[in-house]
């Protein structure tokens, strides 16, 4: 853990982390400033434990901020270089980026839309998705973006709670290659929906659609709309979006943010993460269907009037070099993925990327999930050649930006592959035992939030209740993440995966990430999941699952007990599994992550629950295959 990689870029200002230390809020207070305000507020932080409301009477305007401020400036400048799966691309600059969102916002005000009201957007992953979330936070509308990967009960689980009027679609969205059928889906969704009053079709993949009376075209409405829209001005409090979270632990949660806090944390956080400029090309593969894409591909770039690039199909697709000729071909500076996407380029080998130009490329960061020290090496190495400083990011959809994360833009520091390093400035964060007391340096515990941050969530939608008792009340006063930790002797955090997660084998406990990390570390291995299941004996013992680079062909016995050796002497006897298992892929959430839940439901030959976030479900059938194969095998051997 103590291996030391890289300085990053920024000159240290110590001041400013003083100043953070000593009065967080006045220091928020100077961030606040850099965003245009229509008036000033009249009180930086009104903290009514839980609830926190931060720059109280002012007045802003999100879509203010992400457009109006750059005409003068920017107009010309590409906000969007847009490439669709299919190979179509298009640039949208600043100028008509503003000229759509301005007639659309009319649009939604002529369809009835008023301040307040909820506004459902399915759409895939092209231009219309930040120009329809932007004329709703033109007008006071709340949107709600459901990823438009879900199936047609996913989505009207989320409309029933938000109870949306309008509804922003596509006909069909293209996923490697084939057309997925989003306004089928939308119509199977509403079915009984009588509160829907519109809903409005872009015309994306020309496939046929059924149009009833609800349904208006997007570009009928847009065509003779008048194309100036003035911003309202908004409560600093006034309620942006609801964004559901991705359901790694359980049944999604109506994540509820605010105006002036979330932008003043986006706008910093981006700044002091991604050291933006200019003249940068910023990258981020997260889909707009959650947090990171809301904070880090629609508010945080287009506040600092940035050009990014916005791929909207999968990864690997048409092949495995997709994303690879992406970044040479717009000369992309900055790029943002996930553990699980760059787990899979991995898998492909170094080949793949070696054949490509990524010179342009001076700063890297990850996101979502604990990221295994092998795996940021390996984008170290391969993809940043040794020069990039790799920015491992810890927030989650209701941290609404970045907590935890170097930053190369404000400051100097030594990275360690697979630490998040330290809290941002203005955020105190800490790790604490069961109780709530602080525990000493290199001793896990849970990772909580001390004070209110700019950018914490209002509370979840609909439900006060809910939001207290979910993250204010396992300790008094202190916000529970949900994540297990540690910090070390330095001060960096490591995050270990989710606190319900944590394998606890007789009388120890071991973070998930900690043994899968040491597991992925064996050279012919790409990913791996741990989770415990019941033990008479012992208590609980834990299985782990585990997917083999391709190509690798290889005595499984071998494997196992060199993977075993590993375990031994990198974290200790204890952490041995009972059994691993090789299987050829885990189950993940749609937005990526490792379902543990589900690997410990069929460990436990339990009933699997709510699947409706899994990315692929013939990834659980085969997780169960594997895993029942594998118990007909152990019980033939002991016949
Ligand atoms: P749900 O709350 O419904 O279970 P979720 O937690 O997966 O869903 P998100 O808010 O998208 O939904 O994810 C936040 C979580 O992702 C964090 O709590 C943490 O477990 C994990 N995470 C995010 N970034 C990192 C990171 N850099 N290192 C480690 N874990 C991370
Ligand atoms: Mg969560």
Redesign the pocket.
């Known amino acids: 853990m103590s291996e030391t990689y890289y300085i990053g870029l920024g000159k240290n200002d110590s001041n400013l982390r003083k100043k953070a230390d000593s009065d967080f809020a006045s220091f928020w207070n100077e961030q606040a400033k850099k965003l245009t305000w229509f008036s000033p507020w009249h009180q930086t932080l009104e903290w009514k434990y839980p609830f926190a409301k931060w720059f109280v009477g002012g007045k802003i305007n999100a879509s203010y901020n992400a457009l109006d401020v750059h005409q003068k400036t920017r107009a010309n400048k590409p906000a969007i270089l847009w490439e669709g799966e299919n190979r179509e691309s298009r640039i949208i600059t600043y100028g008509e980026m503003f000229t759509q969102v301005q007639k659309l916002s009319n649009v939604l005000k002529s369809l009835g839309v008023q301040k307040g009201d909820r506004v459902t957007i399915y759409l895939p992953m092209i231009p219309e998705l930040p120009i329809a979330m932007l004329a709703c936070a033109r007008i006071g509308a709340i949107h709600t973006v459901v990823f438009s990967g879900f199936s047609s009960t996913s989505i009207r689980d989320r409309i029933m709670d938000s109870k949306s009027k309008i509804i922003i679609t596509a006909d069909g969205g293209y996923r490697r290659g084939n057309v997925v059928k989003l306004k089928e889906v939308i119509d199977d969704a509403i079915k009984d929906c009588d509160f829907i009053q519109h809903v409005i079709v872009v015309e994306r993949a020309k496939n046929a659609i059924t149009m009833n009376s609800t349904d208006k075209l997007w570009s009928d409405l847009m065509k003779d709309v008048p194309d100036s829209c003035y911003a309202e001005r908004l409560d600093s409090t006034h309620p942006l979006y609801i964004l559901?979270?991705?359901?790694?632990?359980?049944?999604?949660?109506g994540?509820l943010h605010g105006t002036g806090g979330y932008l003043t944390h986006l706008h910093s956080t981006f700044k002091w993460a991604f050291d933006i400029k200019d003249s940068d090309i910023f990258f981020c593969t997260a889909d707009i269907g959650?947090?990171?894409g809301h904070s880090y591909v629609v508010y945080a770039p287009l506040l600092h009037g940035a050009t990014q690039v916005i791929y909207e199909g999968a990864p690997d697709y048409p092949d495995a070099s997709r994303m690879w000729s992406i970044l040479q071909k717009h000369h992309v500076t900055i790029f943002y993925t996930t553990?699980t996407a760059l787990r899979m380029f991995m898998k492909f080998g170094d080949d793949i990327p070696n054949s490509f130009d990524l010179s342009s490329l001076r700063l890297l960061g990850?996101?979502?999930?604990?990221?295994n020290p092998e795996v940021w090496k390996w984008y170290f190495k391969t993809i940043g050649k040794e020069k990039c400083p790799i920015i491992?990011?810890?927030?989650?959809?209701?941290t609404g930006g970045m907590i935890?994360?170097p930053l190369p833009g404000l400051e100097t520091i030594r990275l360690k592959p697979g630490s998040?390093t330290r809290p941002i400035p203005g955020v105190d964060v800490a790790v604490v035992d069961d109780i709530g007391n602080i525990v000493p340096p290199n001793t896990k515990g849970y990772l909580v939030i001390k004070n209110p941050w700019p950018g914490m969530l209002l509370t979840l939608w609909n439900d006060d209740a809910k939001y207290s008792s979910v993250y204010w009340s396992k300790y008094k006063n202190f916000y529970y993440?949900?994540?297990y930790a540690l910090k070390d002797d330095d001060g960096y955090f490591w995050?270990l995966?989710?606190a319900d997660d944590v394998l606890k084998v007789a009388g120890h406990r071991i973070g998930t990430?900690e043994l899968e990390s040491c597991i992925v570390s064996h050279k012919d291995v790409a990913e791996a999941a741990a989770c415990g299941i019941p033990d008479d004996v012992k208590g609980e013992v834990i299985i782990a699952f585990v997917v083999l680079k391709h190509g690798i062909i290889k005595d499984v016995n071998i494997l196992e007990n060199e993977i075993v050796d590993k375990i031994r002497s990198n974290i200790g006897a204890i952490a041995t599994p009972k059994q691993i298992y090789f299987v050829s892929k885990l189950p993940k959430?749609r937005?990526g992550?490792i379902m543990r839940r589900l690997l410990k439901s069929i460990g436990n030959n339990e009933q699997i629950g709510d699947v409706t976030?899994l990315e692929d479900g013939t990834a659980v059938t085969e997780v169960k295959a594997a895993f029942d194969e594998i118990q007909k095998s152990i019980r033939d051997k002991s016949k």
């Open positions: 559901y979270t991705s359901g790694t632990t359980g049944k999604p949660k994540v959650w947090v990171t553990p990850t996101v979502g999930e604990p990221i491992d990011t810890w927030w989650q959809t209701e935890i994360s998040g993440s949900g994540d995050l995966g989710r990430a959430t937005s992550k976030t």
